[in-house]
Nanobody, 129 residues
């Protein structure tokens, strides 16, 4: 059974940094794809970054490219999202997601929430101007 638990959300000022963590259990790290998504009230869930655990191939939404970095520590069973140069428009609930049989390359599919079968409960990020 897959369990995903996010942490690290906080309130920060614009230009600041945060690192989100997702503690994952039940994930096979040589075949899974994992991703970070965000959602604001009344809007659809948006893909932020995705990674194939087998080779670390990653893809980013254009809105975060160059500012956010997705990474994994397989020894700790943890997925990370390092966020820097934060903007007020980055304010959202951030979710971690996983699919056990992933894609072995950085495809835009990794940014599609429909691709994932397992979700965490989310962690709130608020960026003030």
């Amino acid at each position: 059974q897959v369990q995903l638990v996010e942490s690290g959300g906080d309130s920060v000022q614009a230009g600041g940094s945060l690192r989100l963590s997702c503690a994952a259990s039940g994930v096979t790290y040589n075949t899974a794809s994992m991703g970070w998504f965000r959602q604001t009230p009344g809007n659809e869930r948006e893909g932020v970054a995705g990674i194939y655990s087998g080779n670390g191939a990653a893809i980013y939404a254009d809105s975060v490219k160059g500012r956010f970095t997705i990474s994994q520590d397989t020894a700790k069973n943890t997925l990370y999202l390092q966020m820097s140069s934060l903007k007020p428009e980055d304010t959202a609930m951030y979710y971690c997601a996983a699919v056990l049989e992933g894609l072995p390359f950085a495809s835009p599919v990794l940014l599609n929430p429909s691709f994932y079968t397992n979700w965490g409960q989310g962690t709130q990020v608020t960026v003030s101007s």
